[in-house]
């Protein structure tokens, strides 16, 4: 047997990253097609270059590695934990099991993108098979392009460029069998990683959230067996799951976008407004990876420069009180406790948050954005940080800076009834849905009848809402005509 022969029969590693699943898992798939034995390695890889992961994602991915495992164990094998730097960790791994091959599925942040670009390089020069699959979105991100070949920075024209492109690749079943390798090298302890939170913080998640991939292909079968019909209004009711909530599953790759796609192409209304609304949706999550894969620090600077000089605020106190949910508006203060107590919060009331930190009170998004990246189980690159600029009006197909969202009239039309603020914020539930919106403005015997004292009970408003705008305008004003 030549030398080649032998190393084509070595073991392959399949280093699983953000694609937690076995279904449609084109590295997973191809390998177990060689027949060759395979090492399914998970690499913790929190290193200066990929940063810590936030905590509410940490909780996850405890989860979700624990089904993971569960899962390559049906099928004969077992998932090998690492932690360290990934390059070290693979050549420990190489050197224990023989493997002369390394197969995973792309990743599209910038950190990700450079670990992977450089470890192509090292490991193909020392004679080793690397080999890299689509999978995390829809189209590759480098394909999709305007007719001048340059990237896209409106929604609109990318969605188009995206339903003429054709149908992304069919998905593939998981494999039934993984062939396990003679030996295998050991494990880490999952528990020792300690990605549990210390605190209590996220006993509630589990009441909202189970992580795996069953369970990311029961939600979607649940919801398009139901809630998708009629998605195009449920998508905006603030207080029941009118979604698919798969964003999560998303993010940890439990499921692929591709996944979704067919399984909405095979429903018998494919082509209502119902569908096509919530495929849309899942393309603003591509679009998002379009726009951090043409700029890389979208997560860190304003795609528009010129919102630097904006003179946002230092507001320390003020930005503890919106994490907190305490800022005396019961539409902000509902989504930033449900964020706290579920790792999620409604996408309307995300932009109703977002609006209220970034303008109401003039602090800088960034700041938003590393609170959402910490507490959001579905927190993502692309998508977290597109849509923080989004919302501040320095991003790509932004919303202008001067739309300033009203809190009050945000909540009452996504809220009419109070439902979403009773639930995340008790001390209001006795309200009269007339006035819990704005409690500030209810006569005295309305408060007591609730039995809200405000300023006790429930904060008076830190700001003024109309003199809040007038400010952020003025701010704006300064910065308009800037190049
Ligand atoms: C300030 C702000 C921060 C956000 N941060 C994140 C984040 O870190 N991670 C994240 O996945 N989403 C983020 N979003 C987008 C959106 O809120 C969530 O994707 C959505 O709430 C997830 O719920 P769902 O899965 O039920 O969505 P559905 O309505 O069922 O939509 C299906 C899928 O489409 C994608 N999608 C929907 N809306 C958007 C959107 N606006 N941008 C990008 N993709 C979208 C998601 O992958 C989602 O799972 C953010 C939005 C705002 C305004």
Redesign the pocket.
């Known amino acids: 047997m030549d030398d080649v022969h032998q190393r084509d029969q070595g073991p392959i590693i399949v280093w699983f990253r953000k694609d937690l699943r076995t279904d449609d898992n084109r590295a997973l798939s191809s390998a177990v097609e060689t027949g060759r034995p395979i090492i399914p390695l998970y690499i913790r890889e929190e290193t200066a270059e990929t940063g810590p992961l936030g905590e509410a994602q940490a909780w996850w991915l405890h989860h979700s590695l624990t089904a993971l495992s569960a899962n390559i164990e049906r099928c004969g094998s077992r998932l090998l934990l690492k932690s360290g730097e990934a390059e070290n960790v693979l050549r420990q791994v190489i050197k224990a099991t023989g493997a002369s091959a390394i197969f995973w599925n792309r990743r599209y942040d910038p950190a990700g993108i450079r670990i992977d670009t450089r470890l192509k390089e090292v490991l193909s020069s020392d004679g080793l098979e690397t080999a890299s699959f689509a999978g995390a979105l829809l189209h590759e991100p480098s394909r999709v392009k305007t007719k001048t070949g340059g990237p896209y920075r409106v929604y609109t024209p990318f969605w188009r460029a995206v339903e003429a492109g054709g149908e992304p690749p069919e998905p593939v079943d998981a494999p039934e069998k993984i062939p396990a390798p003679k030996t295998f090298p050991t494990s880490e302890k999952l528990d020792d990683w300690g990605l549990l939170p210390k605190l209590e913080w996220a006993a509630d998640f589990s009441q909202r959230w189970e992580p795996g991939e069953a369970s990311a292909r029961e939600k979607l079968e649940d919801?398009t067996d139901g809630?998708i019909d009629g998605?195009r209004e449920s998508?905006e009711r603030t207080w029941e799951?009118?979604?698919?909530?798969?964003?999560?599953?998303?993010?940890m790759g439990e499921i692929s976008?591709a996944r979704?796609w067919h399984a909405t192409r095979g429903l018998p209304k494919a082509d209502s407004a119902d569908v096509i609304t919530?495929r849309k949706?899942?393309?603003?999550?591509?679009?998002?990876y379009h726009l951090l894969f043409h700029n890389p620090d979208m997560p860190t600077e304003s795609l528009n420069r010129k919102y630097d000089k904006l003179g946002w605020m230092d507001g320390d106190a003020d930005f503890d009180l919106w994490k907190t949910g305490m800022t005396g508006f019961p539409i902000v203060d509902a989504g930033m406790r449900e964020l706290w107590r579920f790792g999620?919060?409604?996408?309307?009331v995300?932009?109703i948050?977002?609006s209220f930190l970034v303008k109401d009170l003039l602090i800088d998004w960034r700041r938003?954005?590393r609170w959402?990246?910490d507490t959001?189980v579905?927190?993502?690159?692309?998508?977290?940080?597109?849509?923080?600029q989004?919302?501040a009006g320095c991003g790509a197909d932004a919303s202008p800076f001067f739309r300033v969202f009203n809190p009050i009239t945000q909540g009452e039309k996504f809220d009419s009834d109070g439902l979403y603020v009773r639930e995340h914020v008790p001390e209001l539930a006795d309200m009269p849905s007339d006035w819990i919106h704005h409690p500030f403005d209810a006569p005295a015997a309305v408060l007591a009848k609730a039995g809200v004292t405000l300023g006790d009970s429930y904060p008076k408003p830190i700001v003024d809402h109309a003199k809040a705008r007038d400010r952020a305008l003025a701010a704006y004003r300064n910065i308009k005509d800037a190049a």
């Not at 799951?241 to 993010?251: V, Y």
């Not at 949706?281 to 998002?288: G, I, Q, T």
């Not at 999620?344 to 309307?348: D, S, V």
């Not at 579905?378 to 923080?388: C, G, I, K, L, T």
């Open positions: 919801f809630t998605y998508r799951a009118g979604t698919s909530r798969l964003s999560p599953h998303l993010a976008p979704i919530f949706e899942l393309v603003w999550r591509e679009f998002a999620t919060m409604h996408n309307r995300r932009m948050v977002g938003g954005e959402f990246r959001l579905d927190a993502d690159p692309a998508s977290n940080a597109m849509n923080w989004w919302v």
